[in-house]
């Protein structure tokens, strides 16, 4: 396995051989790069950087080099140990800290760890500035101080202060949820939410059935929250009369559910469920990746407000956000941002949001899910032997359907507006792959639109 460095920060699996898993070596090379980037930004300033993480088996181990290396570096570090994502994002605002560092391979399964960076806003770096940590790393442009200048390390809990925080928007009904008498059943995959997340469900009036929500780290299943890997949640929503079941990922950023019948919700649509709500009661415009369902568009315009597309990649959309106002975006993979509260995934938002839309709207969850606009993706995967080919292939696509305008943000994506889909290619960026996504308003024909774009693409490998 290789490692896998980004502007976001870093990736592996633990055990193996440097420059092919994460190893401590390399943990300490990343963290340093990212003191290197802060003096730099922040020169002459003792800088104070959040540390959280989620419950995999490495977390402690990975933590402690973490730590050391900032401590060694000069930078001072509050430790908010067990921790999701979301809290550790808005932990770095609490403390008006200079920087985060997140511990956690959000979905990946439990030999995978990650260091993600964020900047003084909690949110994660830009494309720049990540590209100017990297330099950093690879350069091993960093210095540690003398024993009087080490970093000082604080301990510090910030759930409550960020479930408080959830609790108290103005767009969270807790009286509505309350009267509802929702009973949920909750699977946090062995990790941080299966803490957290009851104690929202609790504030909330929730009755909370929990499945493996003890933080072992030993997760009970593939952790990314898929239909597939739902199976026992879907069927104790089913035997306990539950009225429906969330599932978190280890790091709480992203959320599925499922309907009282056991049936998933749609991951695509938490976020088109949550934005309908938003907008009815603060309307502006909408932002989610180019790979998410077009039904967030169809929302969005039938309340009158504009949809804008980003580049896949939590920064990307949280950009764009920025930069159009949008009251409400995320990603289809469950990722739900609600500004109001801060631009991050967050899952606790999401579910409070959801359920305060559920509880207005008096309708069972299979009723909720049918009345949003229905769309099918179809996900391939195109292998190419050559991977100097792919740029190629990409632009062919563009020229074949340039009279569609395609978009050129992220890959190709093009728009077939009168049957209401679209196809987007994406290169990888770890594997010689195009990542095809069709999406239309049944399997059938979305399933003929990678027919036809697969076979462009093949003709173009064959010359």
Known sequence: MTLIKSISGIRGTIGGNIGEALTPLDIVKFASAYCTWLKNKYPGKRCKVVVGRDARLSGTMVRNVVCGALLSCGVDVVDVGLASTPTTEMAVTFEKADGGIILTASHNPRQWNALKLLNEKGEFLTAEDGARMLEFAEKEDFTFVDVDSLGKIAEKDFTMAHIEAVLADPLVDREAIKNAG??????????????????????????????NCEPTGNFAHNPEPLPANLVDLSQTVKNSGANLGISVDPDVDRLAFICEDGTPFGEEYTLVSVASYVLEKNPGPTVSNLSSTRALRDVTEAAGQNYYPAAVGEVNVTTKMHEVGAVIGGEGNGGVIYPGLHHGRDAYMGVALFLSNLAHKKLKMTQLRDSYPQYYISKNRIEVSDPKMVDSILAKVAETYKDLNPLTIDGVKIDFEQKRSWAQLRKSNTEPIIRLYCEAPDKESAEDLAGTIIKLVDSVIKG
Request: glycine letters at 10%; one cysteine or more.
């Open 182 to 211: 929702f009973k949920a059943v909750l699977d946090a995959i062995n990790s941080v939410g299966g803490i957290t997340m009851p104690i929202l469900l609790e504030k909330l009036g929730v009755e909370c059935i929990k499945l």
